[in-house]
């Protein structure tokens, strides 16, 4: 294959990781929505949706395997097209995390609502993912170790979050035992606090997946692996 028409292949591969991942970008945002909300119809389209992207995903796995197997990129080439295999197990991933997200959403109660903004942490770990595949379109290693760097405030944000879960369920149940009216319902409230930290755990997940997202373009980019852990 002549050079010219590899590259075109090469950017037809970049073109379509990004638009997967404003696919997966966008069922996150609406499963973050759902949850917000209440919305079971926005939480059941998104578990549903599910489907297209993992279709999208070995659509474009099978293209990275072609380039690999019917041509012989160069060195740059080669981590260009490795890297970004890795980033649609990634974005795959997140489309994952999102159904999960919309589950919780459909499972949602009221009768244990802790004050914690889970609003403010999804969107910051929703801006990890666009940013970074932001600075794989734009092959911008600056991007990348700006986003690493975030990752921490997004786990601290997580901890801070589970912790004050824990002091007040404690707190519930302490005034609860104390209390002559009606009975706690421990099974009941244990139910929603678990779906609470199960939403903060994929919430750093989703994170977690924007700076694997930033490693492997800065790879690409800089063949550079320092944030590869």
Known sequence: MP?????DSLDALRADVVDMAAVVLDRLDNALGALDAGDADAA?????????INDLYLELESACIDLFALHQPVASDLRFVAASFKILTDLERVGDLAAN????????????LPDVDLTHIG???HGAVADAIAAYADRDAAACREIDARDDEIDALCHAASEHIVRDLIERRAAAGDSQGTPWDVEAVLDDVSRVLLTLR???R???HG???????LYAVDNDPELIY
């Open 211 to 217: 700076v694997n997202i930033a490693a492997r373009t």
């Open 202 to 204: 994929d919430l750093e």
């Open 101 to 112: 997200l919309a589950g919780y959403a459909l499972a949602a109660d009221t009768r244990y």
């Open 3 to 7: 050079r010219r028409d590899f590259q």
């Open 44 to 52: 059941e389209a998104v578990i549903d949706g599910d489907t297209e």
């Open 123 to 125: 969107a910051r770990a």
């Open 206 to 208: 989703v994170a977690d």
